[in-house]
């Protein structure tokens, strides 16, 4: 086809494709060329035995239209190939299926094109390709990437049963909760080449391609580190692209690093917080941060990777607490919940020391359990944020607070609307 020596990426893009596994994923950065070095894959299956099934699935159905479509081409335009195109009038030859020339009779073509959200029942393949199936806008949202995940259940029951079945997963992370790192935990085996050698192997542990981790442990990880890992993309037009996409975007496309994204795009994590027991009078003056394995806590944590709950390091003297103040959040019956959280405040240190949540609305029971434990923890100020309610929720605590001798001031906050404030919150 008149085009440049294969790079060594793609040479080994083509060998892991050929012996990685029945289940594998292969994970490289924009523009190595794996859906084009995955077509000549496909077309050797094909050359080899001409009875095999060959299924391509992408994110849209264009996409895999034109993974078929180049096949095609490639079989009219390359000599050697020509021998495969169908000879039969009663033969498929279409931009969404077609067979080669010699294979027997099937109900399944000898390579099909579909869109992730196509018609896969009914189907069977041999070798199952999933080109590219998550996209930033089918993975935007956790609904949206179990919705991703459950329909790649179904490949399953597209393959065949047959020893040499194989299901091949090419793509890049679009987010960082990548459905890719939810694969690996099913079976598939990743190889990953990002554009330039990591500055360090954290979270490319077993996971770099072997050639990678051969040039680390023959050159070492210093001498590379940032170094470009092929000839295809040079040091000034990876610089380039660093300068002109976000960093974490070319952590997440060209080095194939969930990470930092993560960092760079969730800043407040659980080890920011300092967990400690608190006196019901009084509170620390003053507190030094920790986040290492001496602070460490043993208890539960929903968050990213890594992320744990840390005691500070060392606490000051153990003063009255300056202020302490009672935050409502209300809200409907039903799925949403009304949130009361009760904080204190020495020095400038904010301490939660009580949150509340239910699913009752603002009721009676509600509005009277806010109020026992604003009492119990002495907070002389309720804020009320007045997203919900018209004010309601205000006269109804003030009527309680009457009933229960709970003296408090109660003060109305405006709801959150501006994208940056969101974002803080």
């Given at each position: 086809?008149?085009?440049?020596?294969p790079?060594?990426?793609?040479?080994a893009?083509?060998?892991?494709?050929?012996?990685?596994?029945k289940?594998?994923?292969?994970?490289?950065?924009?523009?190595?060329?794996?859906?084009?070095?995955?077509?000549?894959?496909?077309l050797w299956n094909?050359f080899?035995d001409?009875?095999?099934?060959?299924?391509?699935?992408?994110?849209?159905?264009?996409?895999?239209?034109?993974?078929?479509?180049?096949?095609?081409?490639?079989?009219?335009?390359?000599?050697?190939?020509?021998h495969?195109?169908?000879q039969d009038?009663?033969?498929?030859w279409?931009?969404?299926s077609?067979?080669?020339?010699g294979?027997?009779?099937?109900?399944?073509p000898?390579?099909?094109?579909?869109?992730?959200?196509?018609?896969?029942?009914?189907?069977?393949?041999?070798?199952?390709?999933?080109?590219?199936?998550?996209?930033?806008?089918?993975?935007?949202?956790?609904?949206?990437?179990?919705?991703?995940?459950?329909?790649?259940?179904?490949?399953?029951?597209?393959?065949?049963?047959?020893?040499?079945?194989?299901?091949?997963?090419?793509?890049?992370?679009?987010?960082c909760f990548?459905?890719?790192?939810s694969?690996r935990?099913?079976g598939?085996v990743?190889?990953?080449?990002?554009?330039?050698?990591?500055?360090e192997?954290?979270?490319?542990?077993?996971?770099?391609?072997?050639?990678?981790?051969?040039?680390?442990?023959?050159?070492g990880?210093?001498?590379?580190?940032?170094?470009?890992?092929?000839?295809?993309?040079?040091?000034?037009?990876?610089?380039e692209?660093?300068?002109?996409?976000?960093?974490?975007?070319?952590?997440?496309?060209?080095m194939?690093?969930?990470?930092?994204?993560?960092?760079?795009?969730?800043?407040?994590?659980?080890?920011?917080?300092?967990?400690?027991?608190?006196?019901?009078?009084?509170?620390p003056?003053?507190?030094?941060?920790?986040a290492?394995k001496?602070?460490?806590?043993?208890?539960?944590?929903?968050?990213?990777p890594?992320d744990?709950?840390?005691?500070?390091?060392?606490?000051?003297?153990?003063i009255?607490?300056?202020e302490?103040?009672?935050?409502?959040?209300?809200?409907?019956?039903?799925k949403?919940?009304?949130?009361?959280?009760?904080?204190?405040?020495?020095?400038?240190?904010?301490?939660?020391?009580?949150?509340?949540?239910?699913?009752?609305?603002?009721s009676?029971?509600?509005?009277?359990?806010?109020?026992?434990r604003s009492?119990?923890?002495?907070?002389?100020t309720?804020?009320?944020?007045?997203?919900?309610?018209?004010?309601?929720?205000m006269?109804?605590?003030?009527?309680h607070?009457?009933?229960?001798?709970?003296?408090?001031?109660f003060?109305?906050?405006?709801?959150?609307?501006?994208?940056?404030?969101?974002?803080?919150?």
């Open positions: 086809m008149d085009l440049p020596t790079t060594r990426a793609q040479l893009m083509a060998r892991y494709l050929q012996y990685g596994g289940r594998i994923q292969l994970q490289c950065f924009r523009g190595l060329g794996k859906s084009w070095v995955t077509a000549a894959f496909v094909l080899c001409r009875d095999k099934k060959i299924m391509v699935v992408s994110a849209s159905k264009q996409r895999a239209d034109d993974f078929s479509i180049f096949c095609q081409k490639v079989i009219i335009d390359v000599v050697w190939l020509n495969l195109a169908p009038d009663d033969q498929r279409s931009r969404v077609f067979d080669v020339a294979a027997k009779p099937a109900q399944s000898s390579v099909k094109s579909v869109g992730i959200s196509g018609q896969l029942t009914g189907s069977r393949a041999d070798i199952l390709i999933a080109d590219d199936i998550e996209t930033p806008t089918n993975s935007a949202t956790d609904m949206m990437r179990e919705k991703l995940l459950q329909l790649v259940t179904e490949f399953e029951s597209v393959l065949t049963p047959k020893k040499d079945s194989r299901i091949i997963f090419l793509g890049t992370p679009q987010s990548t459905i890719y790192n694969l935990e099913r598939y990743p190889m990953v080449w990002p554009a330039r050698y990591p500055k192997l954290t979270g490319y542990e077993d996971i770099l391609a072997k050639e990678l981790q051969a040039d680390i442990e023959e050159h990880l210093k001498n590379l580190a940032w170094r470009p890992t092929d000839t295809r993309f040079s040091e000034i037009n990876l610089l692209r660093e300068q002109s996409m976000s960093r974490s975007n070319f952590m997440l496309q060209f194939l690093s969930t990470s930092l994204s993560d960092a760079l795009k969730f800043p407040l994590k659980l080890s920011d917080f300092s967990v400690l027991s608190l006196d019901p009078a009084r509170g003056s003053d507190l030094v941060w920790g290492d001496e602070t460490l806590l043993d208890l539960p944590a929903v968050a990213l890594g744990r709950w840390h005691r500070p390091k060392a606490t000051g003297e153990f009255p607490w300056n302490t103040i009672t935050a409502v959040d209300p809200s409907g019956r039903g949403d919940e009304t949130v009361s959280i009760i904080l204190s405040q020495i020095n400038g240190f904010i301490y939660i020391r009580d949150i509340y949540a239910t699913q009752d609305g603002y009676d029971t509600t509005l009277r359990e806010i109020l026992r009492k119990q923890f002495n907070s002389k309720c804020l009320i944020e007045s997203n919900f309610g018209d004010g309601a929720i006269e109804l605590l003030k009527k607070a009457i009933e229960m001798k709970v003296g408090m001031n003060e109305e906050t405006r709801a959150t609307t501006r994208k940056e404030d969101r974002i803080i919150d």
